[in-house]
């Protein structure tokens, strides 16, 4: 009986220090290729302004970085002050990012 017990603690033992390892293996993988700062800008129009609301309505192309197709939505902005810089029908490319559950602009240039 004792062999049995000693058997089994040691199988479970070595099953358990190799899922500790095959989670270390994996630990990355759940992160975002690239850091916020490497990640491509986005062509997007500006739609709408809506600065009440703290939005802006933008036809954008897919986003990279967060999987999402083409398509037109509102997104919130990092900097308000973003909002005065951006007109209805502007070409504009941009960065946004899932922040608290909000998709939000952190980063936008004006194409000229």
């Known amino acids: 009986m004792k062999t049995l017990v000693a058997a089994t603690l040691l199988a479970l033992g070595g099953l358990l220090s190799q899922a ?4 270390d293996e994996h630990a990355g993988h ?19 302004v809506d600065r009440a609301a703290g939005k802006v309505t933008i036809t954008h192309g ?9 398509m ?3 997104f919130r902005v990092k900097e308000a002050a973003w909002m005065d810089q951006m007109k209805a029908d502007a070409k504009i490319r941009f960065l946004a990012e899932s922040i608290n559950g909000s998709l939000t602009i952190v980063r936008f240039e004006a194409v000229k």
């Open 30 to 48: 759940m992160t975002m290729g690239k850091a916020a700062s490497e990640a491509p800008l986005t062509d997007g129009v500006v739609k709408k």
């Open 20 to 23: 500790a390892l095959a989670a």
């Open 62 to 70: 897919p986003l990279i970085n967060l999987a999402m197709p083409a």
């Open 72 to 74: 037109t939505m509102a």
